[in-house]
């Protein structure tokens, strides 16, 4: 059964959405940026929907400024204390429950591991982390090194640039990104989340969109241990049939981690 939760946090009412089922190991999904709590083709609500059918308890919410919930949105980085009223309302709401496992993409994968063990979380499965201090309007200078490997192995690209197809105004705006790249990557906010994976030692697994550029960005920085599944997708949010299987899979998998 799916029935509809509010929660105070902090002064705010904050809306959420419980799927109810018997199991002891609960399913926390924290949106990234203005998503609401249905994900992306409401990817986040079909989910939920068959992880609940399988017997695992799901709880998703909408923070302060988001979607049905109230108050200002100030970002992933001031969202600490919704995660704390969350877990503590899919704890009251499903007291069954005695095993939290967060899940979060992009910067909501960020938050889960700033702050889900303030917040009482056991396990942590994260997509695409967020790691990048924004500049510009240009993709984090891991995918542009990236893309311009491809593209420069490609003779596609040498006849396109021939025939003048190329922008070569884009073209020297990426490379000056890709060659003050270094002050980016000493950038605060990527070495407090990796930093802070790292603290999750065992109780982190990590999911991979190889062809997204957060990915990729994550992927150029990451050293640690943590157990790491790519998939051959460009797809952000892992939309469609094939993908939202694979993402299924995978927090099942990262779930079932003791």
């Known amino acids: 059964m799916r029935r509809l939760i509010a929660f ?65 949105n100030n970002g992933f980085l001031s969202a600490e204390p919704d995660l704390i009223a969350a877990a503590g309302a899919f704890r009251r709401a499903a007291p069954k429950v005695s095993r939290l496992v967060g899940f979060g993409n992009c910067d909501a994968a960020s938050t889960l591991a700033l702050f889900g063990r303030s917040a009482g979380i056991d396990r942590i499965i994260v997509a695409n982390p967020w790691v990048v201090q924004p500049i510009d309007d240009l993709p984090p200078a891991a995918a542009i090194r990236a893309r311009y490997h491809s593209a ?37 906010l990527a070495t407090n989340v990796l930093t802070a994976l790292d603290g999750w030692h065992d109780d ?18 990451y050293r640690g241990g943590a157990k790491v599944k790519r998939f051959d997708t460009a797809s952000h949010s892992f939309v469609g049939a ?17």
């Open 152 to 188: 420069l192995c490609d003779p596609a690209t040498w006849r396109r640039a021939l025939t003048g197809q190329v922008s070569f105004t884009k073209l020297l705006r990426g490379l000056k990104r890709v060659l003050t790249a270094k002050t980016e990557e000493r950038a605060s």
């Open 204 to 221: 982190a697994a990590i999911v991979l969109a190889n062809g997204d550029a957060t990915a990729i960005a994550f992927a150029a920085r």
């Open 8 to 72: 105070a946090c902090e002064g705010e009412s904050l809306a959420a959405t419980l799927d109810e089922a018997d199991g002891s190991t609960g399913l926390l999904i924290v949106s990234g940026g203005n998503e609401i709590r249905s994900g992306a083709h409401r990817g986040m609500a079909m989910l939920a929907h068959r992880l609940a059918a399988a017997g695992i308890p799901v709880f998703r919410y909408d923070r302060r400024g988001v979607g049905d919930s109230t108050g200002d």
């Open 242 to 258: 094939e993908n939202a299987a694979a993402l299924h899979a995978a927090i099942v998998d990262g779930m079932a981690h003791e």
